[in-house]
Nanobody, 114 residues
Framework: QVHLVESGGGLVQAGGSLRLSCAASGIIFSRNDMAWYRQAPGKQRTFITRISSSGFTLYDASVKGRFTISRDNAKNTVYLQMNSLKPEDTAVYYC????????WGQGTQVTVSS
């Protein structure tokens, strides 16, 4: 029912930037809070940022000041602008609704080289 498709990942050098996209369907997008998560190799998936239906944002300290979450309700899409990337940002990045849907997407791989 809920379908989430992440895209935009890739390999970048430390200090570089990427913009991730998450297209959502099967929900009334504008009514849902949305969030980004990441899972580094050998680690659990962790929350990094959220945006409410009204545009309120919250960031984990590990990304605050470097990452920006935004949404385009007309496109049913949430974005994650990532600047000043560090090797420790290397992970698979996922989006989801809040509360979470059990149907996670495939994620998109971000690799930051030193």
């Amino acid at each position: 029912q809920v379908h989430l498709v992440e895209s935009g990942g890739g390999l970048v050098q430390a200090g570089g930037s990427l913009r991730l996209s998450c297209a959502a369907s099967g929900i009334i997008f504008s009514r849902n809070d949305m969030a980004w998560y990441r899972q580094a190799p050998g680690k659990q998936r962790t929350f990094i940022t959220r945006i409410s239906s009204s545009g309120f944002t919250l960031y984990d300290a590990s990304v605050k000041g470097r990452f920006t979450i935004s949404r385009d309700n007309a496109k049913n899409t949430v974005y994650l602008q990532m600047n000043s990337l560090k090797p420790e940002d290397t992970a698979v990045y996922y989006c989801n609704t809040l509360p979470n849907s059990r149907e996670w997407g495939q994620g998109t791989q971000v690799t930051v080289s030193s």
